[in-house]
């Protein structure tokens, strides 16, 4: 029953971690081709008070997965929509990419 247990444990530590991973890769790739133009290194070559540093973001309120999920759909200002030209769970892996860099401070990884 032990052996099972631990079995089963290593069988979920397999399946999920390289999916985890992928889905970090995935949202990187996406910002390099598709926000990275304007977004270089988390700045903002447009408008630059609304980067995409932990602190612009929290002063925005752009600081949660649906500010930013919503943004990247619907565009805003200068920025375009996204909705035509990737899915939705594209967008969540580069939202969630985006907040994952602010917390590093967009420092290379
Ligand atoms: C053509 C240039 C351009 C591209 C490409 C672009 N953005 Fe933006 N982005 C902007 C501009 C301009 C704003 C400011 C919008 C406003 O509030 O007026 C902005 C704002 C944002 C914000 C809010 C930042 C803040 O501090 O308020 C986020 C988050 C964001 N963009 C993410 C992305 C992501 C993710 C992508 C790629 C899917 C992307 N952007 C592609 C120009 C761009």
């Known amino acids: ?21 992928s889905d970090i890769g995935a ?15 988390g700045g903002n070559i447009v408008r630059r008070g609304k980067n995409l540093f932990k602190k612009a973001l929290k002063r925005n309120q752009m600081d949660s997965i649906e500010a930013i999920t919503g943004i990247v759909t619907n565009g ?11 899915a939705a769970p594209e967008i969540d892996a580069v939202a969630t990419y985006v907040l994952q860099q602010a917390e590093n401070n967009w420092r290379p990884q």
């Open 1 to 21: 029953m032990k052996r099972l247990i631990i079995l089963l444990l290593l069988l979920i530590v397999i399946t999920v971690q390289p999916a985890y991973a």
């Open 76 to 86: 805003k200002n200068n920025m375009p929509a996204y909705k035509d030209r990737l």
């Open 27 to 41: 949202g990187s790739k996406i910002f390099e081709a598709n926000c990275a133009g304007c977004h270089i290194n």
